[in-house]
């Protein structure tokens, strides 16, 4: 998929750059974004909504991968960008990413948070909770700003893969609920408040999703109370943000529908409710992270042990594991993968991943079909850039890979890898120990 293809060396190639020399040059594990492929999606998004004659933003949910090249990529795109901490922000900030371009989510922001996103400037704020609404009234009377916000709302629609639930009364921690008078208590509120000017709705249903029932749902039930705050508090939302949460394809098993078959989904069900109504058509906002990133995301991998149980299975562990990608061992995450450099050889040998942490649990991909792996072999496993880099840590003090964006045949490191001495930079010596220079 995207422009990864195998050259006539029989190694795979990404963005015309062939990854056995990206390993040489930056060593593994290594995180390779095929940049054409995040461009062609982000495009993808937006024209559905422009083929569609609906006024729309497109926010890249940057949890799904955050750093600074990637965020000047999604300004390139003509995205605008989610964030959801002070860290995201600051990153956000420090890549020149436009501010009234960036909305801030987040179920506790802190004060500090929200006082940081107000001094620079952000488009929206994604209010959550009353507590939110609070700092953000002490925050606005004493600065005298003005902000903008959306209310997220639970609305009882939970989605995850090819199932939905509904529930009537909606236990999550984000949110107001929609069905039983908090978000009506909200509404009052934020309406009351000369320094918060609402802007709209926000709902969020899951991640990962193939099946577009659970979107059309949620809109209808947040459009359904839009049609009692019209009269009760003469309100109608400028903007709906409908989250993201559309899946991808990780394995064969997956299979999703192209992303701007959920965006037309989306529109259509909100068209109907608004001609219903009578109203005019709301902006429609949508937070896509996983698919605009993830199938852009390769990691290589070097092979080393190897471990036979006879009769059982075959262990080839790699240089890294759930230090780099958690999702295996955190939501039995499936992923395929090929050796990248012997691509062309066939793949029929079932061999198990292993990573290199301290724990049982440190496997990345179970019964893998791969041609006889030696050591110093380049393992690729496909799909990992949606919460594979963001989601890293340094489990075992293991460093954390760097990262490479290919297009044209070019490649730029985008990330470094971290080196034993980042990993102390925090650790503070023990009093006793400390020598008077
Ligand atoms: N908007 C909100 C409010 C969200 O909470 C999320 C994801 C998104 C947008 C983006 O969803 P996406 O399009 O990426 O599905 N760590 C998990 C995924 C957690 C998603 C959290 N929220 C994983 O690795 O599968």
Redesign the pocket.
């Known amino acids: 998929h995207g422009t990864s293809k195998i050259n006539e060396k029989g190694h795979l190639e990404i963005g015309g750059v062939d990854t056995i020399q990206l390993a040489k040059e930056y060593g593994t594990p290594l995180y390779i974004y095929d940049v054409a492929l995040i461009r062609e999606r982000a495009r993808s998004f937006k024209e559905a909504f422009e083929k569609m004659g609906v006024k729309a933003q497109v926010?890249y949910?940057s949890?799904?991968f955050s750093s600074i090249a990637m965020f000047q990529l999604i300004d390139e795109e003509g995205l605008s960008l989610?964030v959801?901490s002070g860290g995201e922000l600051y990153t956000a900030v420090a890549s020149g990413f436009p501010a009234s371009k960036i909305h801030l989510?987040g179920n506790n922001k802190s004060k500090a948070e929200l006082k940081m996103a107000l001094d620079h400037g952000v488009g929206c704020i994604?209010v959550d909770n009353f507590f939110e609404i609070e700092l953000l009234k002490d925050l606005t009377k004493t600065s005298g700003q003005k902000i903008s916000v959306l209310l997220?709302v639970t609305p009882g629609v939970e989605a995850h893969t090819h199932d939905y639930i509904t529930t009537g009364q909606e236990d999550s921690k984000?949110g107001f609920g929609l069905l039983n008078g908090q978000i009506e208590k909200a509404i009052e509120t934020v309406l009351d408040s000369s320094h918060i000017q609402l802007l709209g709705i926000?709902c969020?249903i899951?991640?990962?999703?193939f099946d577009t029932a659970g979107f059309v749902l949620a809109a209808e039930r947040v459009f359904m109370k839009i049609k009692e705050w019209k009269s009760q508090f003469s309100f109608i939302p400028e903007v709906v943000n409908l989250?993201?949460?559309?899946?991808i394809r990780y394995t064969a098993e997956d299979e999703p529908l192209p992303a701007t078959y959920y965006v037309e989904k989306i529109v259509e069900a909100v068209k109907n409710q608004v001609n219903e109504m009578g109203i005019a058509m709301p902006e429609i906002w949508i937070?896509?992270?996983?698919?605009?990133v993830?199938d852009a995301g390769t990691t290589l991998y070097t092979t080393g042990s190897t471990k036979n149980v006879p009769n059982i299975r075959e262990y080839v562990a790699v240089d890294g594991g759930m230090s780099d990608n958690?999702?295996p061992a955190?939501?039995q995450?499936k992923y395929e993968a090929v050796l990248a450099n012997r691509a062309l050889e066939k793949h029929d040998v079932p061999v198990s991943i292993a990573g290199k942490c301290c724990e049982s649990g440190d496997m990345l991909i179970w019964d893998l079909p791969l041609p006889e792996v030696k050591s110093n072999d380049i393992l690729a496993v496909f799909c990992t850039g949606?919460?594979?880099y963001?989601?890293a840590n340094n489990y075992n003090r293991i460093p954390r890979p760097a990262v490479v964006f290919v297009e044209n045949g070019e490649a730029q490191l985008v990330v470094k890898r971290e080196s034993f001495e980042d990993l102390i930079v925090n650790d503070l010596p023990l009093q006793s120990k400390v020598i008077n220079k």
Not at 206 to 209: E, V
Not at 287 to 292: A, D, I, Q, T
């Open positions: 926010a949910a949890k799904a989610d959801v989510h994604v997220r984000f926000h969020h899951g991640s990962q999703i989250g993201g949460g559309f899946g937070e896509p992270g996983r698919s605009l993830g958690i999702r955190l939501y995450a949606a919460y594979g963001s989601m």
